[in-house]
């Protein structure tokens, strides 16, 4: 969500990609010109639209892996968990938004639960999210393509499988004739 500090913290992150992610470079130049020529309220309105009010994308990954199955509740009470462990304060989010999740990834010294968590999870969570994007130009969907290139190759060569997003099936009792 963006804050005053917010393009502090993109400067630091533009040092980050600079060195170990040269190739996206244009990217994180491309989210700092938004903020650059955006006020902090065009920029909340903007974030507001984009997650929460006629939302593109949902940043919950439970959702996005699980839609409303009791799947997500167990993956929520198992998170929770997690996120205890770490010391990790969710605020008024969820244990699977994507920003806690992150913020889990720094904080949790389980490295084995760290790689599933990003490369099992988060990894296939965030290419379906991007599909969700009518807006091809979306600050935010730019935002997750760099977050997906850096994931990606952070955990490359992990000998693990990756979740499989189910497409919505029709119910198997409706007649699909009519």
């Known amino acids: 969500y ?15 990609i600079a060195v170990d992610y040269p190739e996206s470079l244009d990217l994180i130049s491309a989210f700092i010109d938004y903020q650059n020529n955006k006020s ?3 920029q909340r309105e903007y974030y507001i639209k984009t997650f929460d009010v006629q939302a593109s994308c949902y940043l919950d990954i439970g959702y996005v892996l699980f839609g409303e199955d009791y799947k997500r509740g167990e993956f929520l009470v198992n998170l929770s968990n997690e996120h205890k462990k770490a010391e990790n304060n969710c605020g008024s989010e969820l244990a699977d938004h994507l920003p806690n999740l992150l913020n889990l990834i720094d904080k949790t010294q389980d490295k084995i639960f760290v790689e599933e ?5 988060m990894i296939p969570a965030i290419k379906e999210m991007l599909k969700t994007f009518v807006d091809k130009g979306n600050i935010y969907k730019i935002a ?3 977050l997906l290139i850096v994931l990606e190759k952070d955990f490359a ?8 997003i189910m497409a919505n099936v029709k119910d198997c009792f409706v007649n699909q004739d009519k």
């Open 2 to 16: 963006p804050e005053k500090s917010t393009t502090s913290k993109l400067i630091q992150l533009k040092n980050i």
């Open 40 to 42: 902090l309220d065009e």
């Open 117 to 121: 968590l990003a490369y099992c999870l």
């Open 144 to 146: 997750l393509e760099l």
């Open 157 to 164: 060569g992990l000998n693990y499988e990756q979740f499989k």
